[in-house]
């Protein structure tokens, strides 16, 4: 006898066999069942917060034993106490014959694998994904089905139309496969193995007799290939099976809330705060400690009658605009004086104040609104849905007299669904009857916001772009100031389960998506700086979202994060990469990263919060602000730190990612076997190279023909491997945009020349680089605000923006563009500049030569 449930919205159907037993006898067996597994349940339940503390803290083998044949038993207790729990509540319903209950329908259950018991399967899978459990009395947002918008990346689609994060991969699948399953009628059964192969993650396969099979790796086999402990109490049943990439491991698969769940949250909430703190407390200190010698000889200089500023390298251009701040004050001030009696102040009519332009005061407000006013430009708010279901910003900056601001509702966000081909308008006139400006996005780095763009006044890179003639777009990533998702809320795990895949995937391809509607073209422009551009690396790999690059004219990279600089092996930086990943979480949770960091921004003046976020940057990040304008620096400080997941800091700085293998898209032994291969190719002239790669691919085409497992063919294969063309292990095809890359020479914290190793040496052959400058002398964030930025890097860009744009005929020319010509993917331009310091000492020592 089969029992069916379906809800009344049709989204979910249960089937439970009860193998032709009377009502009756049924009903008993149930009572008894629920009777005889209470008392154990609650029992051993009452050891699980125990079970957190040691088994994954200590892991001492007796524990781990006590585990695997004590408490693991009584989970299985407790999820069959479940499952009689929802029948009993389902003949409940039927006994009151509840019009929105269920219906029953008796029915022989098929043999073993069959689409009936995919139903029960397919539900019980739907319920591990769910937005909530399914005894919710409202029932929204059940798992009805995973969308894969990239190869590792599936999206959980809700019955009612929402979205929730990412899943492992395996996960999503199983629901896929048992959807098809549930709604099949051919008879075709399913049936799931252990893999014979231990290297994979999973296969679908069909057996003889036209059966489905479905291959999952084993419990032991995952125990083998993970490197690491496992966290999260109980919620380590539901870690993800393996790691589909050495640099992207699975993220944690947390599941609707429960009490249990919601009782290990809370003590991962309650150690992250008193660990994360005290981690804070001696990062604090540490910045305060080390700032006590700078700030002994700033007095000694004083003391001497010296100007212990006197030595930064534009002194004089700061004195100069600190001056010109406080004369465009006083004459704001003046002519509000006048303006409050009525007449003309005798001092506006001096000569001097002129060409003055009148500001107002200048208080220090995390608001780019205000700096945009400052300047003559505004700002306007896009809310923006990725297609996980996260809420994020983005911020367009317009000329007033050229834009009139969308009303608030048409600004709000437009769903999940991206790059629809609709557009609110076709690109066309503007204010004035004039042509419109090309679009371009601007995307922030790590724990910042994109106000980063806008704190230098008329020098900013946003507001210098908006005044030459570009409409300017600051995309934010998730999470950010306000942390909203469509469906969670801030204390569910599932909102900070993501890293720098998922903003590279998701919050980046979103955000481009809703420039490409609000503007109405084809492709726009992407300055990223830092973090930024290390999500755009990722999001554009071919195993990623490489589709991502046609929406693109030109990626344009500051200081670019792809390979790690020597700060990783600072002390503090170590000791993140030395704990275990259950001490990471334990250390900063599972949810936002030092949270407090943001409570400070809220409590603490606006000065002294400045001041302490330069100290303990500048310590952690080994950064001065030697080319900045220190009378703006409060400023800049007021858009960071920003909400992050502890999630995406332990992809930066834990043992298993970034700070192992110092590369974004690389591990540590393939980029070093790289580099090797360049030292040993440099010694060879292009005709031997060229005979090794013709060589190489003879040898692997032989190889390839030779029976597996032979010795001879093994080495015959590695060794063509070593002689390989160097294109092989590229992380980009055909999709990727044209680069142009400006790297800080004097960096600790990135590696930007090895990057440009990477592309000059061939190792990447769908990549055009249109341009690339080393800055010796600049830091990380000198790139972005450094008082030359405008004209080492912002006229720079400028130019490249208008040389790569596909719409030139419908723009109008920006200004300082007039005379830049259009870049031609075919061939090398003679304006593609290369103009870093080593560059031009070489032309001068060649012209020297010359004229010897």
């Known amino acids: 006898m089969t029992l069916m449930a379906q809800h009344s919205d049709g989204a979910t159907r249960r089937k439970y066999s009860f193998c032709g037993y009377p009502r009756n006898i049924q009903v008993v067996y149930l009572l008894f069942q629920q009777s005889f597994h209470f008392p154990c349940f609650f029992f051993f339940s009452l050891l699980r917060p125990f079970k957190v503390l040691r088994l994954y803290l200590v892991g001492h083998p007796a524990l781990v034993e006590l585990h695997d044949h004590v408490l693991m038993p009584f989970s299985y207790i407790q999820r069959t106490f479940g499952q009689v729990t929802k029948l009993n509540s389902i003949w409940s319903n039927i006994e009151t014959e509840s019009p929105a209950a269920m219906s029953v329908e008796v029915q022989r259950l098929p ?4 689409a009936e018991e995919a139903v029960v399967e397919f539900t019980h899978q739907s319920e591990k994904l769910s937005f909530q459990p399914p005894d919710s009395p409202d029932n929204k947002g059940v798992a ?20 929730l994060p990412a899943v492992p991969v395996t996960e999503a699948y199983k629901l896929n496969v048992l959807r098809d399953e549930a709604e099949r009628h051919d008879g075709v059964k399913v049936h799931v193995r252990k893999a014979s192969d231990s290297r994979d993650t999973f296969k679908e396969t069909e057996d003889s007799e036209g059966d489905r099979v479905l291959s999952f790796p084993s419990e032991e086999e995952e125990k083998k290939r993970d490197t690491s402990e496992s966290t999260d109490g109980n919620l380590k049943r539901s870690m993800p099976p393996s790691y589909t990439h050495p640099l992207f491991p699975p993220l944690p698969l947390y599941g609707p809330p429960s009490r249990w769940r919601d009782i290990q949250c809370l003590l991962f909430r309650f150690s992250s705060f008193f660990l994360s703190l005290a981690f804070l407390g001696v990062i604090v200190l540490g910045s305060l400690f080390t700032s006590i010698p700078p700030a002994f000889q700033h007095i000694w200089k004083r003391l001497g009658s010296k100007d212990p500023d006197a030595d930064r390298p534009f002194y004089q251009e ?10 465009q004050l006083r004459l704001w001030r003046r002519r509000k004086s006048a303006r409050h009696l009525d007449h003309e102040d005798s001092e506006d009519n001096d000569e001097s104040d002129s060409d003055v332009k009148a500001v107002g005061p200048d208080p220090i407000v995390c608001d780019i609104g205000f700096y945009a006013c400052r300047v003559g430009l505004d700002v306007e708010t896009h809310l923006v849905e990725t297609e996980d279901g996260f809420i994020i910003e983005l911020w367009h900056v317009y000329d007033p007299e050229e834009y009139t601001p969308l009303p608030e509702e048409e600004r709000r966000h437009k769903g999940p669904d991206l790059f629809t081909g609709k557009f609110r308008r ?3 006139q503007t204010k004035n009857n004039m042509k419109p400006k090309f679009p371009v996005l601007l995307m922030h780095g790590l724990l910042q916001s994109s106000g980063a763009y806008c704190v230098n006044d008329e020098d900013s890179l946003a507001f210098f772009l908006c005044k030459s003639g570009y409409d ?5 990533n998730r999470c950010g100031f306000k942390p909203r998702h469509i469906l969670l809320e801030y204390s569910d795990p599932r909102m900070w389960c993501w890293n720098i895949r998922q903003m590279g995937v998701f919050d980046l391809a979103a955000l481009t998506s809703r420039v490409l509607y ?10 990223a700086h830092s973090q930024g551009t290390t999500q755009t690396f990722v999001a554009l790999a071919k195993e990623q979202r490489p589709d991502l690059g046609e929406k693109l004219t030109v990626f344009c990279a500051l200081a670019p994060a792809a390979y790690a600089g020597p700060l990783i092996g600072k002390m503090y930086f170590k000791f993140m990469r030395v704990i275990t990943p259950a001490m990471f979480r334990m250390l900063f949770g599972i949810h936002a990263f030092i949270p407090f960091m943001m409570t400070m921004h809220s409590l603490l003046h606006p000065r002294v919060y400045g001041w302490l976020g330069y100290k303990v940057f500048s310590f952690l990040f080994n950064w001065t602000d030697r080319r900045w304008d220190r009378d703006l620096k409060n400023r800049m400080f007021q858009f960071a730190p920003v909400y992050v997941s502890a999630e995406s800091m332990r992809w930066w700085l834990g043992r298993e990612c970034f700070a192992k293998h110092k590369c974004i898209l690389a591990t540590k032994e393939e980029w070093r076997a790289e580099e090797k291969e360049d030292r040993e190719l440099d010694k060879l002239d292009k005709q031997e190279r060229s005979r090794n790669e013709k060589k190489a691919d003879k040898i692997l085409k032989a190889a390839e023909r030779d029976m597996e497992g032979n010795h001879e063919s093994e080495k015959s294969k590695h060794a063509a491997r070593k002689m390989r063309p160097k294109g092989s292990r590229a992380w980009y095809n055909h999709q990727a945009p044209p680069f142009a890359l400006w790297v800080c020479g004097n960096d600790a914290l990135v590696d930007g020349t090895k990057l440009l190793r990477r592309f000059d040496g061939g190792r990447e052959p769908h990549v055009k680089v249109v341009h690339k400058k080393v800055i010796e002398e600049y830091e990380h964030l000198d790139v972005i605000w450094a008082m030359d930025a405008v004209d080492q890097v912002f006229t720079e860009i400028r130019e490249v923006l208008w040389k790569t744009c596909n719409a030139r005929d419908l723009c109008r020319v920006p200004e300082g563009c007039e005379d830049v010509p259009a870049w031609s993917p075919d061939g090398h331009e003679d304006t593609q500049k290369e103009v870093d310091d080593g560059m031009e000492s070489d032309s001068s020592s060649s012209d020297e030569d010359g004229s010897s």
Do not use: H, M, Y
């Open 144 to 163: 009805v089905e995973a969308i894969f918008v990239a190869p590792q990346d599936a999206v959980i689609v809700t019955s009612d139309g929402n979205r």
């Open 111 to 114: 043999c073993e694998g069959s």
């Open 518 to 527: 609000e503007t109405g073209f084809e492709k726009i422009g992407l300055i």
């Open 426 to 428: 076709e690109p066309g």
């Open 472 to 476: 300017v777009w600051l995309g934010n």
């Open 318 to 327: 700061e004195r100069r605009r600190k001056q010109s701040r406080e004369k």
